[in-house]
């Protein structure tokens, strides 16, 4: 029987608001385990020690790590990565949003050996059977690397269609809070991708790698996504109150939607939140949700002004049909919590101020408010870069706490006000337990 070795996951969230399990990573752990590695995470959502960390690494003895980073992330990458560098004995890669949309990038300034480009699941698998068997791992599939100050690249494998044909993620492999959060809510992610193209949205640019892709949303079977619920419930069945599906847009197939919410209403029984847009609300959905046991739909206004949203975030609706759907929700007796940014290239002290105008009008019950973050692929990071809107690359480490690019028609003073006067609204004075969700910044 093979040695086992230890594949350690580094998983990057610090300072960011956003603290709850990968499902990618999760997802991986199984693949890695039947290739006789050991898996453990280090999860770094606070600024560590440089000693602590390294002290860390060395305990659990590594052969391989895989860092899971976004864009927000990148200091810590370069310096965690750099603390690593002595260590030649450890493979050092990544994976996730940042490694995917700026890969050269990652390479050329960081200590990492390679990057894993799209999914991860065929490269990692690929690059084991590779190890295992001796052979060179400069040639895997789905991986760029770094030898010796020349990137090397390689053709990225087709996705995995059929979500259902992969073992179930392991999120045991995290701390319990961060699979079930303070507000015991299990959170979870059923479906990939999505069908919308926001500008705004790393969505588009993941989809591109793919050509000629066709069912780049997924959701697996309703078993699948049932018995996964059930799998987690057993193991936190202390604390699980309520589930929060991080997704997308699950119910993006309406059909699927209908049938998984029928089985959840018999198997689970729990209360739940999910997003929703604009284009998916209907009067029979809005149904299916408060039968099956939603009591908050989370919805992506973006910004109140209706041209802004049309000609440069790419959303379509008027502010009329927004205005319907959202009454389709209150009228299902849903609570409706918004999404909302300010920030955007060109955008106005006026304009603002209609999405603080748009959330009274539609009654929000509450919402967030962050400042736009210029992701790399995006359509709007390559406005950003012709109209020199960007900032310092990678300096920012947050959309939650100051606007990432430079504004153009009002100050960052007045931006942060009026982010503040939007959140003021938003949450009316109630804290977030009112309502059961956590603080993390999903895409509505």
Same mark, same amino acid.
């Given at each position: ?36 590695? =050991? ?12 000693? =602590? ?113 992969? =073992? ?162 209150? =009228? ?113």
């Amino acid at each position: 029987m093979n040695e086992k070795k230890v594949f350690l996951f580094v998983y990057l969230a610090a300072a960011s608001g956003y603290t709850n399990a990968s499902f990618g990573v999760a997802y991986l752990a199984p693949i890695i385990r039947k290739r006789s590695y =050991d898996v453990a995470v280090i999860s770094i959502t606070y600024d560590m020690d440089d000693d =602590d960390f390294i002290e860390r690494v060395l305990k659990l003895n590594p052969s391989i790590i895989g860092f899971s980073a976004t864009a927000p992330q990148f200091r810590y990458l370069k310096r965690y990565s750099s603390l690593l560098k002595p260590f030649k004995q450890i493979l050092q890669i990544c994976g996730g949003a940042l490694a995917t949309l700026d890969p050269y990038t990652v390479l050329r300034e960081t200590q990492l050996n390679g990057v894993v480009v799209g999914e991860g699941e065929k490269p990692i698998d690929q690059l084991l059977h590779n190890i295992e068997n001796d052979k060179s791992i400069i040639e895997t599939e789905g991986f760029y690397w770094n030898v010796n100050g020349t990137i090397k690249t390689n053709t990225i494998p087709a996705f995995i269609s059929d979500i259902s044909q992969l =073992d179930f993620p392991d999120l045991s492999i995290f701390e319990d809070w961060m699979v079930c959060n303070c507000n015991n809510e299990l959170e979870v992610m059923l479906s990939r991708g999505c069908p919308y193209e926001c500008n705004y949205c790393s969505n588009k640019a993941f989809k591109s790698l793919y050509p000629s892709v066709n069912g780049y949303f997924r959701t697996p079977s309703v078993e699948y996504a049932v018995e996964l619920l059930e799998r987690l419930l057993h193991r936190h069945s202390n604390n699980s109150k309520n589930i929060a599906f991080v997704d997308d847009l699950l119910i993006a197939n309406k059909k699927w939607f209908a049938d998984f919410a029928r089985e959840y209403s018999k198997r689970i029984k729990l209360p739940y939140r999910l997003n929703v847009k604009p284009e998916s609300i209907t009067r029979e959905i809005a149904e299916i949700l408060k039968e099956s046991g939603c009591y908050l739909t989370m919805i992506g206004l973006e910004s109140g002004n209706e041209q802004l949203r049309k000609n440069l975030l790419n959303r379509m609706y008027s502010n009329d049909l927004f205005y319907e759907k959202c009454k389709i929700i209150k =009228d299902a007796r849903l609570l409706l919590f918004t999404f909302n940014i300010v920030g955007w290239p060109f955008e106005t002290l006026e304009n603002m101020n209609e999405t603080l105008e748009m959330n009274k009008k539609i009654k929000a019950d509450t919402g967030v408010c962050t400042f736009f973050y210029p992701f790399r692929g995006t359509e709007l990071y390559k406005l950003c870069e012709r109209e020199d809107l960007l900032v310092e690359e990678y300096a920012k480490t947050n959309y939650n706490s100051e606007p990432n690019i430079k504004l153009t028609n009002v100050s960052e003073h007045e931006c942060k006000e009026m982010q503040q006067k939007i959140m003021s609204f938003l949450t009316g004075g109630k804290s977030t337990e009112d309502f059961n969700f956590s603080n993390e910044c999903l895409c509505g």
